[in-house]
């Protein structure tokens, strides 16, 4: 048997202000994790860019073969160590798999990566700015009903 998704609107204004709460407190957590998102991503889009920029600065004439270069085995850690080839790359493609590419498909690799990255980027700003936009609106009718409750509970206790 099949589900289906089905949206239902529902008025902010026949909502209680305890509703209000829930929806906005619901809409503050999904905009923060929203935005921690957004930060990944971003921050993986330049880590590609410095590797896209690394790849097409280097190369068979960037490297001599007896030059010694630091090889890092930790984000801390490195070595000495020597090229065997420098026409060649070795490319983290994901989940801890590594391909040898040249350094002309490594290229195009990250150029790839740095596109999709940056769709994506500006698909979750869209829906961040939505998400926002919606919490203000949740946190004005809330401010409205509470001033409205307020208002009626100064006028029930003049009377």
């Known amino acids: 048997m099949a589900t289906r ?3 239902e609107t529902v008025s902010l204004d026949s909502l209680s202000p305890q509703q209000l709460s829930a929806v906005k407190k619901q809409l503050d957590e999904e905009v923060e994790h929203l935005s921690a998102s957004y930060t990944q991503l971003a ?3 330049a880590k590609f860019k410095e590797c896209l920029r690394v790849v097409k600065t ?3 004439a960037s490297f001599d073969d007896k030059k010694d270069i630091l090889v890092p085995l930790t984000n801390s850690l490195y070595v000495k160590g020597k090229l065997s080839k420098p026409d060649r790359v070795i490319v983290d493609v994901g989940t801890g798999f590594f391909v040898e590419k040249d350094t002309k498909s490594a290229a ?4 790839a990566k740095i596109s999709e990255l940056a769709a994506n980027i500006k698909d979750l700003e869209g829906i961040v700015q939505s998400k926002t936009n919606s919490l203000r609106v ?3 009718v809330l401010r409205q009903k509470v001033l409205t409750a307020g208002g009626q509970q100064a006028q029930a206790q003049a009377a």
Do not use: D, L, R, T
């Open 5 to 7: 998704n089905q949206q």
């Open 43 to 45: 921050a993986a889009q």
């Open 58 to 60: 280097s190369g068979p």
């Open 108 to 111: 195009e690799f990250y150029e």
């Open 138 to 140: 949740v946190e004005e």
